[in-house]
């Protein structure tokens, strides 16, 4: 037998004591729940989970099913005793199960309403138990499945949305700030100390490097890049890879072979849409999971990369990579690197990046930003780059009411609160917007609310003694005009 099934074995065994205990606890304390199916109730739940998992994608594959027969047999004598991998295939135990991961289970939620009644945490103790159980059935496949991956952020969506408010859920005390505002132009800002800006190739003097702090848990992370506005399909995406990278880490972890993958990445859309925001979560997600050691960011352009003089676009590139060791390099308007005649020295840095990401395949990752259509020209200008950066991840324009949702989050954050009349000319303003190539998106929202906050104090400065709520109350006055730019923004 391989090592696969004993895995699952256990993470199976895990689950019906874990989570029996906590369900034994809370038919102690609540006796009018019938405590003598305890066992039961709680092997059947993980074999629900289980089997939905698997029955996601339909495959049923052979390690899937054997992995099922040699966790439960001797928890479902008579169902599994004597069963055969064809035999589960066959039978009707795995049709329609998929279904069952559609919501929180009424053992999630009985557990949940015990948290609420007693302050008890055993929700927290199914929701871990549950993931681990989810991501090691898709481990039992050397390369899972898109369906696998997706079920089981649907799993952990449902058990977070159970557990809302409780001051036990994985999220409860999380802190930073919330990213739903950030855009590419002050992405630096907000994210501190692991976020570095090449611009010219030059360091000065090397200072030794502060103590890291602990890595985030991925859990934090994900919930960061939810209270994103908008992005929908970017989230999902980032779910993806990380689902995928820790099923990959747990079969690593058990010596088990696992399907080659580039974690290298293209982001593709018109400025402002969080792709530097997204790039700094990737990072630490990076670093949560073991991928990089440090999960740094650096940003840099063509210009941070290519100089005017032979052999030098060499030097740059490498110096710049060697920053980003440990972490992400993200380049911005990469396809810039792919324009010029055959004596540009962007193309220099295009095949010394290849050889870079060949070297340090194992310490750095390199996500190339840009325009969709013209990073099709930055792939294409090295055959090596097509098979390092075979995914892309699209982001979207904003809609008029993401917009008002980052413009409004500003605000808050800033202290000053719209009222129905801004509300009504902003959201006018965005309408007005043609939405073209270069569109400015979260950077458009911050730039007409810097706008906004200059023009409502040239208004307020005539006021004598102005009370807190004229001071923070932004009205329609201070509103560009519909096909009026922002006079006033710090942004670019």
Same mark, same amino acid.
């Given at each position: ?153 649907? +799993? !952990?969506?449902?058990? *977070?949305? =159970?557990?809302?408010? %409780? /001051?036990?859920? #994985? ?6 700030? &919330? ?65 995928? +990278? !820790?099923?990959?880490? *747990?079969? =690593?972890?058990?010596? %088990? /072979?696992?399907? #080659? ?6 982001? &593709? ?224």
């Amino acid at each position: 037998m391989s090592n696969e099934p004993r895995q699952m074995q256990r993470a199976v065994e895990t689950f019906v004591t874990e989570v029996g205990d906590a369900m034994r606890d809370v038919v102690g304390r609540l006796p009018t729940l019938d405590g003598r199916k305890v066992d039961q109730d709680v092997t059947t739940e993980a074999f629900n989970l289980v089997t939905a998992l698997i029955d996601v994608d339909r495959r049923h594959t052979d390690a899937e099913l054997w992995g099922v027969i040699f966790s439960f047999w001797r928890l479902m004598p008579d169902e599994l005793g004597v069963a055969k991998a064809d035999d589960l295939r066959q039978s009707d135990l795995l049709v329609g199960r998929a279904a069952w991961l559609e919501k929180a289970s009424p053992m999630m939620e009985i557990l949940v309403a015990a948290d609420r009644r007693f302050s008890t945490s055993h929700s927290r103790t199914y929701y871990d138990r549950a993931l681990h159980l989810a991501f090691t059935v898709a481990a039992l496949d050397a390369a899972p499945s898109r369906a696998e991956l997706a079920a089981i952020d649907t +799993l !952990r969506t449902n058990l *977070l949305a =159970a557990m809302e408010g %409780l /001051p036990a859920s #994985p999220l409860a005390g999380r802190s930073g700030p &919330t990213a739903d505002s950030i855009s590419e132009g002050d992405a630096t800002a907000h994210a501190g100390p692991s976020t570095a800006t090449a611009s010219d190739g030059q360091t000065d003097s090397p200072e030794p490097e502060p103590e890291l702090p602990p890595a985030r848990p991925v859990e934090e992370l994900l919930a960061e890049l939810d209270d994103l506005v908008g992005l929908d399909s970017v989230k999902t995406e980032v779910k993806l890879v990380t689902n995928l +990278l !820790r099923v990959q880490q *747990l079969r =690593a972890e058990r010596n %088990l /072979p696992t399907t #080659p993958q580039s974690r290298h990445l293209v982001f &593709t859309g018109n400025p402002g849409t969080g792709k530097t925001t997204v790039a700094r979560l990737l990072a630490e997600i990076y670093r949560s999971l073991g991928v990089v050691e440090k999960g740094q960011l650096v940003e840099t352009d063509r210009s941070g990369l290519v100089s005017g003089f032979v052999g030098q676009t060499a030097l740059k590139v490498m110096e710049v990579a060697e920053r980003a060791v440990g972490g992400v390099l993200l380049i911005d308007e990469a396809y810039a690197l792919a324009r010029g005649g055959e004596n540009d020295f962007g193309r220099e840095a295009i095949d010394t990046l290849v050889k870079v990401i060949e070297d340090r395949r194992d310490e750095l990752v390199v996500i190339a930003a840009g325009y969709p259509s013209e990073m099709a020209d930055f792939i294409a200008a090295n055959p090596g780059l097509a098979s390092r950066f075979p995914k892309t991840i699209f982001f979207p324009d904003y809609s008029d009411d993401e917009l008002w949702s980052i413009f409004s989050s500003i605000g808050e954050k800033a202290g000053y609160h719209p009222d129905e009349g801004a509300e009504a000319a902003v959201r006018a303003w965005f309408a007005s917007v043609p939405r073209d190539k270069g569109f400015g998106n979260g950077r458009l929202a911050r730039n007409l609310f810097e706008d906004a906050v200059a023009r409502q104090a040239g208004r307020v400065v005539t006021i004598t003694d102005p009370t807190d709520e004229q001071l923070t109350t932004l009205t329609a006055e201070d509103i560009a005009a519909p096909g009026e730019g922002p006079r006033h923004s710090n942004s670019a």
